[in-house]
């Protein structure tokens, strides 16, 4: 299923031109920035930030979504990472 970039109407597959409006029908990607490669970004930040690469110019929604999600993750990780050097630090000063 292939979508009018001129109306947006539906065109079938076979049909090289929109129904709705008689546009020639180009094959227009999809790209939303979707919650899921948000997620997958947060959930493996090496592979969001391999997808935001690839997509970068031809999808930047799902891109920023991807990156987005890789983002927040190494964020949250480092946030994390620096709480525990912060805490044992601490933790040493009261012992010695
Ligand atoms: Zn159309």
Redesign the pocket.
Known sequence: MKV?A??G?KIKSRQNF?P??G?VAQLVVVDRGAARWAVLGFICPVLGAILYLIWHKRRPNTAKSAGLGALISVGWVVSIMLMVVVGITIGLEVVE
Request: glycine share 12%.
């Open positions: 009018c001129n109306c109407g929109c709705t409006c546009q």
